[in-house]
């Protein structure tokens, strides 16, 4: 039987198309159908046909009603049977609305990889873990590698700088991203979840994402968290049972800013402090943390983070 194919009417009557981009690496695939939900096809082309396929989604075997009524008889089992005919199963508006969610939340996330590869080699393998979170801009949380100098990682945040989904206009959302530099051997990446690097960068982007006055510290220059000790290396966890990190530090070889097609978005290190570090920035404030920065920067390892290090106080 020859293979017959015919147009999806995507525009018209599909809920939603999803297409291969730049930043899924598919160059054999860029421009083409990848997902497509609520499929309707355009009737009118398909003539006669009562098996066929949808051109450039293939993956989709179409059959008329009676051959579904002829399959059902014979009393075939494994199949799934969705009418792809008659009215489209959302609205103009709602269909409006997803499209303009995704004019919106497409393109970061291309710029965001853009950047990182700039920083090393982006690792496409590793698994790290990712949300539905709404209290992030475009309710996506998510982070990713990134492969250094000298064999450390770069672990980033993805999803702050997103537009803000609920306002449906372009933005840079918070205006930042967070990166914690460490050793190999601290972020394992078969297990990336469970390590201490990612739990704690998590738990300074809880932070940022609550308060906006951390926020707008965070963007503006130094800042001092303390995080919970959850999780944390002893080495690493107050007497008061909790983890100080120095946020904003500048690095020689990390840009404090990256664009993006809504604007520019700063790059926030996190650099994790010993409990030595955390008491001299509590008793000197905004002069604590500029010495600290200054001693960091003698070290040639401004932002980079370790469990077992030397104190620099």
């Excluded at 990889?113 to 496409?124: C, H, M, N, P, V």
């Excluded at 205006?175 to 190999?184: D, F, H, N």
Aim: a negative charge; aromatic letters at 8%.
């Amino acid at each position: 039987m020859a293979k017959r194919y015919f147009e999806l009417d995507e525009d018209m009557s599909s809920e939603e198309v999803l297409y291969w981009t730049p930043e899924d690496d598919r160059p054999d695939k860029l421009g083409q159908y990848r997902a497509v939900y609520g499929m309707r096809i355009d009737t009118s082309k398909v003539g006669d046909a009562r098996i066929f396929r949808t051109k450039g989604y293939p993956r989709a075997l179409l059959v008329a009603e009676e051959v579904k009524e002829a399959l059902e008889r014979t009393g075939a089992t494994g199949l799934k049977f969705t009418e792809v005919t008659g009215p489209s199963p959302i609205s103009d508006e709602e269909r409006a609305y997803k499209r303009r969610c995704n004019e919106l939340l497409d393109p970061p996330p291309a710029a965001r990889r853009a950047a990182w590869k700039s920083f090393g080699k982006l690792d496409e393998l590793a698994v790290a873990p990712r949300a539905i979170c709404y209290e992030w801009p475009g309710h996506r949380q998510d982070w990713a590698i990134i492969h250094r100098e000298a064999g450390r990682l770069l672990l980033v945040s993805e999803g702050l700088s997103d537009p803000f989904i609920s306002r449906l206009e372009p933005s840079v959302g918070f205006g930042l991203e967070l990166a914690l530099e460490t050793e190999q051997t601290e972020l394992p990446l078969d297990a990336i979840e469970g390590s201490w690097p990612y739990i704690l960068l998590e738990r300074v982007a809880k932070e940022l994402v609550a308060q906006e006055n951390v926020r707008e510290r965070a963007e503006a220059g130094l800042l001092a968290l303390e995080v919970a000790a959850t999780g944390m290396p002893a080495t690493l966890v107050s007497t008061e049972g909790r983890v100080g990190v120095l946020l904003g530090l500048e690095s020689g070889t990390l840009p404090k800013h990256f664009p993006t097609p809504f604007g520019d978005v700063r790059l926030v290190t996190v650099k994790a402090l010993l409990p030595a570090e955390l008491e001299y920035v509590l008793k000197r404030g905004t002069e604590g943390m500029d010495e600290l920065a200054r001693r960091f920067a003698k070290t040639g390892e401004e932002h980079v983070s370790r469990a077992s290090r030397q104190a620099v106080v």
